[in-house]
Structure formats: C-alpha cells, structure tokens
C-alpha cells in the first residue's frame, strides 16, 4: 500500500518524464491498488502549488497534466534549440480563428467569412498539425464536411475546453504573432482577408458556385 507522498512522488515522476498531457485515469493505471480520481487530483493540485515558484509549472489542459516551461522562461529555452517554430501565414491564421469561434464550419462559411477562396493547403497545414478535424457533415447537397478545432490544439494553447479560449487577438499572438508581424512588415499592400498566395484579384471576383 502506497503512502499519500509515495503516490504523490510517482505522479510527478511520471509527469516530468513524458512531454504529452497525462489523464487522470492514465496516472491512476500506474497503481496496482485503487487510487481514487479524488484522491489523484488532490495530489495533483499538492505537486501544482510545489512548483508555483519554479521556472515550470504543472497544468491541466484538454487531454490531462503535463509540466510546461513557464510563458516568461520560454524564450531563454527556445534558444536552446536547432529547430526553427514553424510560421504561418496570416492566412493560416485567419482560417484557424475563424474554426475556432464559429466551430462546426464548413469551407464555404469561411470562405464567406474571408471573401476568398480557401486553398486545399491551408485546410491540409491545420489538419497535419492537428489543429482541425471533420467533426461531421452539413445535411445539404453536397454534404460539405463541418471542421472544428482538436484537442491537440487546446493542449498547445494551454486549454482544457473551448470556454477558455482567449481574446482572438491572444490566439493570433500564442499560435505565430511573429508571422503576422513579418507579413505586415514586408508583405505589399493587400486586401484585410487576402492570402498572400491567392491571385490578387480573386477578392473582388464571386467564387464559382459549389458543385451540387
């Protein structure tokens, strides 16, 4: 039988030694006796407040706990290193925020919502991130397929559930501020809702109706 500080140094080995969010009932599989979701999740919030002071800190995201860099040490580990963070185009990102607040969604919607058309590339970067997902299908002809937001993507904002999500501006700047920034800053002028690799006149031409 293991004592309440046994199972608390367990749970936080467990947590330091794997980067992917840990469940409740995943943390209580490591046991051979019953420990209660109660009783882990006490532990839990006990190992959170250890930590409160330190460079990481335990959090509660969609899919469970994890330890996580501190958003102020984050840039002094980042230089540590060898792989550039991906960037994404301010077109990428308007498509991700736009799932995100009108989710469940269909291309057509944020198409209507952009006023241009959504490239297959766009819809392809978010899904291989693991961003989005097809959640389902509109009953329409047709029966376009309805995106919405993943848990990946709530873990990588530090989320546990859609009711969290922060100001759109705060998506934009936690995602890749520094590409929207690079764009403003060396991009020509565009339409607000332009996608940099887009014909530049597909903004003021009508899409072609989808095919029935």
């Known amino acids: ?67 996580q860099t501190r958003a102020h040490y984050q840039r002094y580990v980042e230089r540590l290193s060898q792989e550039r963070r991906p960037r994404y185009s301010r077109a990428v990102l308007e498509t ?16 209507d919502i952009r006023g241009v058309a959504v490239s297959t590339h766009i819809v392809k970067t978010l899904e291989s991130r693991g961003w989005i997902d097809v959640v389902g299908h509109r009953e329409v002809p047709g029966r376009p ?35 929207i920034e690079h764009e403003k800053n060396t991009a020509p002028p565009q339409a607000p809702w332009a996608d940099p690799g887009e014909d530049p006149g597909a903004a003021d031409r009508p899409r072609a109706a989808p095919a029935a």
């Open 1 to 67: 039988m293991h004592s309440p500080n046994e199972v608390k140094t367990v749970l936080e080995t467990a947590l330091l030694a794997t980067q992917a969010p840990l469940s409740v009932a995943e943390l209580r599989r490591m046991f051979e006796e019953d420990i209660s979701p109660d009783t882990v999740r006490k532990l839990l919030e006990e190992i959170r407040e250890d930590w409160k002071d330190r460079g990481v800190e335990l959090v509660a995201v969609a899919s469970g706990w994890r330890f």
């Open 96 to 111: 991700l925020a736009i799932i995100a607040y009108r989710q469940p969604v269909t291309r057509g919607d944020i198409e």
């Open 145 to 179: 397929a309805l995106y919405g937001t993943t848990r990946a993507f709530l873990d990588d904002l530090g989320l546990r559930s859609l009711q969290e999500l922060p100001p759109l501006e705060e998506i934009a700047r936690t995602v890749d501020l520094a590409a």
